[in-house]
C-alpha cells in the first residue's frame, strides 16, 4: 500500500484554532511515520465560498491522479458535494470532520438546511471519514447516514502540561477560544458581571480576525460592563500553556463543540472548568473535574464561577481530578496512529 497521500485544507494551515491546530499535528506526524503527504490550500471563505473560490478549490482536487488517496478537511469538504460526486470513482476520498457544519452557532434556519444537505450528500461520496469525538461519529450515523462501519475515531492528541496551583488570591479565571459567536464570551462576559463583587481577574485569549463582527461586539461589551479593568482580552496567543498554568480556573461558554481541544488542554494542567453541557465537551470534561450548565444560561454559568471562585476546598478537588483526567487523555502519536493505519488499511 501507498503511503502517499494528499491532504486539503481550506483557509489558513497556521491559523491557532483546534481545527487547524488538529490538522497540522496529522501531517506533521504522518510525514513523521514516513507519509509523503502533499497539502493542498483551498482558499478562503469555507464553508461559504464564492463561486470563483469553489471553483478553483475543485479545479485543484481534479488535478490529482487517478488512485490517489486525499484526505479533505470537512470545513471545505461539506460543500463539495458535486465535487465528490464527480470524482469518487477516480479517486480515494476521505472526510475529515470536526464537526457538522450546519451545528455552527448563527446560522438560520435555511443555512443549517443548505449546509446538512450539502454535507449529507458529499459524505455519501467519501470513501471513509475521520472524526475527532465519539459524539461527532454518533451525530453522522444518526443525522447524515454515514454507517457506523465507514467512521473512524481519531480523538485529539494533548500534551502534559505544567500543573497549575488553583491557589491564587484573586483567582484567575482564564478563557480560550476564537472570538466567534459559537464560543459564548458574550455569555461569560455577562456570567462575570453577576459576580463582579468578589474577588477574581480573567484573560480571555483568542483571535480577533475570524470574525470581526463578533470581535467588535465583545470589545464594546466589555466596555459598557465596567469590567475593562478586571477581563484582559489578550487577542491571538502562540503557545497558551504559560497562561494555563497561571490559571486558577478555566471558563468557556461554547454553544456548541465537537470535541473541543482546549478543555483537553485545560485538563492537562489541572485546571478545574466550568463550561455548557454541549456537543462533546460532556464527554471531555469529567463531571467531578468541572461544572457544566445549560448553553446560555448566564445565571447558571455565573453561580459555577463563583461556587470555584469562592469556595477553595471544591478548587482543589476538580482541580485534582482535572489532573487525573488529564493524565490518561492520548497524546499525537496514538491520534496519528489511528489514522495512519486506517488510511493504510483502506481497500
Known amino acids: 500500500m501507498s503511503r502517499t497521500i494528499a491532504f486539503a485544507f481550506p483557509g489558513d494551515l497556521a491559523l491557532n484554532t483546534g481545527g487547524y491546530a488538529y490538522d497540522r499535528r496529522v501531517t506533521d506526524g504522518l510525514r513523521n511515520c514516513g507519509w509523503d503527504v502533499q497539502c493542498l490550500p483551498l482558499g478562503d471563505g469555507f464553508p461559504n465560498p464564492s463561486p470563483e473560490a469553489k471553483a478553483r478549490a475543485e479545479d485543484l482536487l481534479s488535478r490529482l491522479p487517478d488512485g490517489a488517496q486525499v484526505v479533505v478537511d470537512g470545513l471545505a469538504f461539506g460543500v463539495l458535494d458535486t465535487w465528490a460526486e464527480r470524482e469518487s470513482k477516480r479517486l480515494r476520498i476521505v472526510a475529515l470532520v470536526h464537526h457538522p457544519l450546519a451545528l455552527e452557532t448563527g446560522l438560520d434556519a435555511e443555512q443549517q438546511q443548505d449546509l446538512a444537505a450539502s454535507e449529507r450528500q458529499a459524505l455519501a461520496w467519501a470513501e471513509h471519514v475521520i472524526v475527532t469525538s465519539p459524539m461527532t461519529a454518533r451525530e453522522l450515523t444518526s443525522s447524515y447516514n454515514v454507517p457506523s462501519e465507514k467512521i473512524t475515531v481519531a480523538i ?20 480560550i477560544g476564537t472570538l466567534i459567536p459559537r464560543k459564548g464570551h458574550d455569555v461569560l462576559i455577562a456570567a462575570l458581571k453577576r459576580i463582579e463583587h468578589l474577588s477574581w481577574t480573567a484573560t480571555i485569549v483568542g483571535s480577533h480576525n475570524l470574525s470581526p463582527r463578533t470581535a467588535r461586539e465583545i470589545e464594546e ?52 472548568i466550568v463550561a455548557c453541557r454541549t456537543g462533546a465537551v460532556p464527554d471531555v470534561v469529567p463531571e467531578e473535574a468541572g461544572i457544566l450548565t445549560g448553553v446560555d444560561d448566564i445565571d447558571a454559568f455565573a453561580a459555577a464561577l463563583g461556587s470555584l471562585v ?9 482541580a485534582e481530578a482535572a489532573r487525573h483526567a488529564g493524565a490518561l487523555l492520548p497524546n499525537w502519536n496514538r491520534t496519528v496512529g489511528i489514522i495512519a493505519d486506517r488510511l493504510e488499511t483502506l481497500p
Open 310 to 318: 469562592t469556595d477553595r476546598g471544591m478548587r482543589r478537588r476538580k
Open 221 to 272: 461589551q466589555l466596555a459598557e460592563s465596567g469590567l475593562a479593568e478586571r477581563v484582559s482580552l489578550a487577542g491571538e496567543v502562540a503557545d497558551v500553556r504559560p497562561i494555563l498554568a497561571s490559571a486558577d480556573i478555566f471558563a468557556l461558554a461554547s454553544r456548541f463543540e465537537g470535541y473541543g481541544m482546549v478543555f483537553a488542554e485545560a485538563l492537562s494542567h489541572g485546571l478545574p
Open 156 to 175: 485529539p492528541g494533548t500534551g502534559p502540561g505544567t500543573p497549575a496551583r488553583c491557589e491564587g488570591e484573586p483567582p484567575h479565571i482564564v478563557s
